[in-house]
Each structure stands twice: as C-alpha cells, then as structure tokens.
C-alpha cells in the first residue's frame, strides 16, 4: 500500500459571507464625505447585527479622514468614520446570550482586541498589547482589509464588544457616551472621586462637558477652567458650581491647594503648571487631551505635596458598559445638535471652530 500523501493545509483564514450597508466616506485626505456602500459580515454564531440610528461625530473622525495621524496611524481610503454607535439589533447569531433581536445596542472605539494580553484579560482592552481592533480604520480579521465606522446604515460586532443602553436615555444623546463619556468617565473612576470632593474641569467642549456633567453626577463640587468668561452661564447649566478664569491669576491663585482633582481636556498647546498649584496634597491632574506639542512642567509643583500627573485613554467594555448604567441611573447624556449625512463636511469644518453645543450627531435616517 502506498503511503499516505500529505495535503497541505491553507494557512488562509475563509472569508465570511457578506451584505453590503450604505455608507459615507471619504477618499482621500482632502476629498470630502461621499455616498459608498461597504462590505458587512453576516453575523457569526457570535455575532450582533445592528441598525444604526445615531452616529456620534468625534474630533478623532476629522484626523483619520484628513490622516493627521500618519507618523503613527496612517489612514487607509475609503475611510467610513465613526465610534459613537448607537442603534436597534436587527440580527443575532445562534451562539449570542446578551441580546435579542430589537434590543438596544452600542458599539464604542473597539470591536475586539487580543482577549489573551494582560491588558484584555483585566478587561482593560483599551490598552491591548497587541492593540485594540479599533471601530474603523483598522485591520478586519473576518473581511480582511479594514474596518468600517458608524457612518453607515449597519454594523456587526462580536457580542462581547457590544453594549447595552439604558432604555431612559435618550438615543441620540447616548452616541457621544461611546466616546466622550468614558473619556471623561474612567479618569474620574479610577481617582475615586466622590461626593463633597472638589473636582476641576479645563476646557468646555464636546469632552469637558461631559466631564462636568460626569462630575457633579458623582457628587462632586464642580469648578469649570476657562479662557472665555461668557461661557459661566452654560457651565453651571451643566453642573458646575464655579466657573475660574484661567487668565486671571489672582481668581486662580484663590484656588491654590484646594483640587483632589483636574480633569484637563484641551487638545492643545497651554500652560499646565498653574493647575499643578490648585492640587492639594496627593491631588491628580490627569490629561485626556492630546496636544500635539509637548507641555513643559515645572517638577518641583509636583515634590511639594506629592502631586501627580497621568493620561487616560478611553475604558475597556466592562467599564463603559458601567458608565452607560451609571448615566442611565443619574440621566446623563450628552448636549447635541442634530446633523444629518449631507452636512458632515460642514460639520467637521464648525468642530474645528468649537462651534457646536456640544457635540454632531447623526441622524443616519438621512442616510436611506
């Protein structure tokens, strides 16, 4: 008998069947959002289909599509934004345990990640070693090339990165939570805040308002930082107590040693060190901002009292899936003007201005 003949086996992993969504992207860095239709997985036996219904706009979306992140992560055409996904499960999968088709669902920055890292394994898979698959603009296992954003009509994930919303929150306001929620939402966790502590919020946009929010939602005595005086009255509608000119140093010095906490979100270049002197002793001043320039810091603010300076970045599923329960429980979402599909190059142009209260949704009805 001759021997058995060896049969190589295909290291290529077999696609998944697919249907196609209608989407937006944009195909170039200077081309503008455009009607496209893109590829979506058939849900797996683990899978959650969802129909989108709101689409939140993130400053994140305006550098992917114009790739100002190219030295570290360059985008790849077409580009289908968006990481505030909140919708109506249309399918499941025959393995799927948490949702049921009709439910409320949300997909946030990531639709998986390692699962086996240190990172993940703590259910901080924001931090995966090998890095989150993120919601668009990374590499997709299943299809193969990248992944595809909100900005469309539908969108399939795994179920153990899907969310559950509180039914009492309003829809539209969740999709910025995806985001800007737990942006703001972990940092404050993680220092412990709690009632009767004195919290600082620097800067008044799409994250700071949702720190404030956050914040005094927490208990906590709320001061927003600002350069623009006018915007007192909007401050304390969001919850803080006090609003502090950040210029004048004499309104800052009466602050001085008195913060457990600062949340800074400005994304640019300004001065740290005046909010290094309002900590107290073991006060935190943690960053979820990213200046593209460096900020210099005076360390010796730091020695005298034990102070200390950290980043965060978003939170893993388990933690922003206790976010959306703790804003379900204090009825926290987001302030929002409603955009549809053809204003999103319009959009992106007033973000970059500041000029929205406080963050783009979209309406992805204007999509069909």
Same mark, same amino acid.
Request: glycine share 10%.
């Given at each position: 008998m001759s021997a058995p003949r060896a049969v190589p086996i295909s290291e290529e992993v077999p696609k998944a069947q697919?249907?196609? &969504?209608?989407? #937006?992207?944009?195909?170039?860095?200077?081309?503008?959002? &455009?009607?496209?239709?893109?590829?979506?997985?058939?849900?797996?036996?683990? /899978? #959650?289909? %969802?129909?989108i219904?709101?689409?939140? @706009?993130? *400053?994140? /979306? #305006? *550098?992917? @599509?114009?790739?100002?992140?190219?030295?570290?992560?360059?985008?790849?055409y077409p580009c289908v934004p968006g990481h505030e996904i909140v919708g109506r499960v249309a399918k499941t999968g025959n393995a799927v345990t948490k949702f049921k088709e009709g439910d409320l669902a949300a997909v946030g920055c990531m639709v998986d990640s390692d699962r086996t890292c240190e990172a993940c394994v703590a259910g901080e898979e924001q931090y995966c070693a090998s890095q989150p698959i993120f919601t668009y603009n990374a590499p997709d296992k299943h299809l193969g090339g990248m992944t595809y954003g909100g900005y469309s009509q539908s969108v399939v994930v795994d179920e153990d990165f899907v969310l559950r919303v509180p039914k009492n929150l309003d829809m539209a306001g969740t999709a910025p939570l995806l985001c800007a929620g737990i942006t703001t939402y972990s940092p404050l966790r993680h220092a412990g805040v709690k009632a009767g502590q004195k919290v600082g919020v620097v800067g008044l946009g799409g994250l700071g308002h949702m720190g404030v929010k956050l914040a005094a939602a927490f208990g906590a005595n709320v001061a927003v930082f600002t350069t623009s005086p006018n915007k007192a009255a909007d401050a304390k509608r969001l919850g803080a107590h006090e609003v502090v000119n950040s210029r004048d140093d004499a309104e800052m010095l009466k602050h001085a040693n008195t913060f457990d906490f600062i949340l800074d979100t #400005?994304? &640019?270049?300004?001065?740290?060190?005046?909010? %290094?002197?309002?900590?107290?002793r073991d006060g935190t001043l943690t960053f979820v901002g990213a200046p593209s320039e460096p900020l210099p810091l005076e360390v010796a603010g730091l020695l005298f009292g034990r102070k200390k300076v950290a980043g965060s970045l978003i939170g893993g599923i388990r933690e922003t899936q206790e976010m959306l329960d703790f804003c379900g429980k204090h009825n926290v979402t987001a302030d929002v003007e409603m955009i549809g599909v053809q204003g999103i190059d319009q959009a992106y142009e007033r973000l970059l201005k500041n000029d929205v209260k406080y963050r783009f949704v979209i309406d992805m009805a204007s999509l069909k």
């Amino acid at each position: 008998m001759s021997a058995p003949r060896a049969v190589p086996i295909s290291e290529e992993v077999p696609k998944a069947q697919t249907y196609t &969504a209608k989407a #937006v992207a944009a195909q170039s860095p200077t081309s503008g959002m &455009a009607a496209i239709t893109v590829p979506r997985r058939t849900p797996q036996p683990k /899978d #959650v289909q %969802i129909e989108i219904l709101y689409c939140g @706009v993130c *400053h994140t /979306d #305006v *550098h992917f @599509v114009r790739n100002e992140f190219a030295a570290i992560m360059p985008t790849t055409y077409p580009c289908v934004p968006g990481h505030e996904i909140v919708g109506r499960v249309a399918k499941t999968g025959n393995a799927v345990t948490k949702f049921k088709e009709g439910d409320l669902a949300a997909v946030g920055c990531m639709v998986d990640s390692d699962r086996t890292c240190e990172a993940c394994v703590a259910g901080e898979e924001q931090y995966c070693a090998s890095q989150p698959i993120f919601t668009y603009n990374a590499p997709d296992k299943h299809l193969g090339g990248m992944t595809y954003g909100g900005y469309s009509q539908s969108v399939v994930v795994d179920e153990d990165f899907v969310l559950r919303v509180p039914k009492n929150l309003d829809m539209a306001g969740t999709a910025p939570l995806l985001c800007a929620g737990i942006t703001t939402y972990s940092p404050l966790r993680h220092a412990g805040v709690k009632a009767g502590q004195k919290v600082g919020v620097v800067g008044l946009g799409g994250l700071g308002h949702m720190g404030v929010k956050l914040a005094a939602a927490f208990g906590a005595n709320v001061a927003v930082f600002t350069t623009s005086p006018n915007k007192a009255a909007d401050a304390k509608r969001l919850g803080a107590h006090e609003v502090v000119n950040s210029r004048d140093d004499a309104e800052m010095l009466k602050h001085a040693n008195t913060f457990d906490f600062i949340l800074d979100t #400005v994304p &640019a270049k300004h001065k740290i060190n005046p909010y %290094i002197n309002l900590l107290r002793r073991d006060g935190t001043l943690t960053f979820v901002g990213a200046p593209s320039e460096p900020l210099p810091l005076e360390v010796a603010g730091l020695l005298f009292g034990r102070k200390k300076v950290a980043g965060s970045l978003i939170g893993g599923i388990r933690e922003t899936q206790e976010m959306l329960d703790f804003c379900g429980k204090h009825n926290v979402t987001a302030d929002v003007e409603m955009i549809g599909v053809q204003g999103i190059d319009q959009a992106y142009e007033r973000l970059l201005k500041n000029d929205v209260k406080y963050r783009f949704v979209i309406d992805m009805a204007s999509l069909k």
